[in-house]
């Protein structure tokens, strides 16, 4: 329920363990939210405007596993609950980018919140 950075070292092998359906994906790092589309299709999966997104960090085991925290139930009356989405980039150099443009993201977004 919680979706503090701090969550992700336990919520990203939460989610690896569940051994979910994986999919190749492209990931949009926009100015203002987080596009995901299918690789194949491009068809869009998923949109996520940032002050939806609670945190994204690494993976400590992986260099190239990276995950983001998302609200998932903002209406809930005992507050928030989270899902930690996770992902595999290319290369350790493509999840640094991805993140410092998530952050940079972050920093554009704080005063719509």
Do not use: N, W
């Amino acid at each position: 329920q919680y979706g503090g950075k701090e969550v992700l070292d336990q919520a990203i092998p939460t989610v690896l363990e569940k051994h979910l359906a994986l999919r190749e994906v492209l990931f949009d790092v926009k100015e203002a939210e987080v596009l995901i589309r299918d690789k194949t299709s491009s068809k869009l999966l998923c949109r996520y405007p940032y002050p939806a997104i609670s945190c994204v960090g690494r993976c400590r085991d992986s260099s190239r596993l990276f995950a983001f925290c998302v609200v998932a139930s903002p209406e809930s009356p005992d507050g928030s609950t989270f899902d930690c989405l996770v992902f595999a980039a290319r290369s350790e150099q493509d999840c640094e980018e991805i993140i410092r443009s998530m952050a940079a993201g972050f920093k554009h977004t704080e005063g719509f919140v």
